[in-house]
Nanobody, 126 residues
Framework: QVQLVESGGGLVQAGDSLRLSCAAS????????MGWLRQTPGKEREFVAG????????DYADSVKGRFTISRDNAKNTVYLQMNSLKPEDTAVYYC???????????????????WGQGTQVTVSS
């Protein structure tokens, strides 16, 4: 079992930046690829960014490429999402998630994530 706790959400204006953090506990953090996904009312959760176990590989949804950066610190059991140039369409609940243990590379499919945090609201006003 892996426990995930997100922090860092809030209300910002378009063009502003936010950094989300996710603290993990319960298992060896570096065994798991991690990801950030988001959800808006009435829609399914969508992949935003993912990072491999070592942090050597990352990938992003097209909608956030060039604006968001995912990183991890395995010594601190924490994954981050730096969000720059925020847009109103980035408004959503953001979830930190943990993919299958020892999975190689980045996990894109939301169904490939097995442990989820409680979510943190990000609201971007125009």
């Amino acid at each position: 079992q892996v426990q995930l706790v997100e922090s860092g959400g809030g209300l910002v204006q378009a063009g502003d930046s936010l950094r989300l953090s996710c603290a993990a506990s319960g298992r060896t953090f570096s065994d798991y690829p991690m990801g950030w996904l988001r959800q808006t009312p009435g829609k399914e959760r969508e992949f935003v960014a993912g990072i491999s176990r070592s942090g050597g590989a990352t990938d992003y949804a097209d909608s956030v490429k060039g604006r968001f950066t995912i990183s991890r610190d395995n010594a601190k059991n924490t994954v981050y999402l730096q969000m720059n140039s925020l847009k109103p369409e980035d408004t959503a609940v953001y979830y930190c998630a943990c993919a299958g243990r020892y999975h190689p590379g980045v996990v894109f499919n939301p169904d490939g994530y097995y442990y989820w945090g409680q979510g943190t609201q990000v609201t971007v006003s125009s």
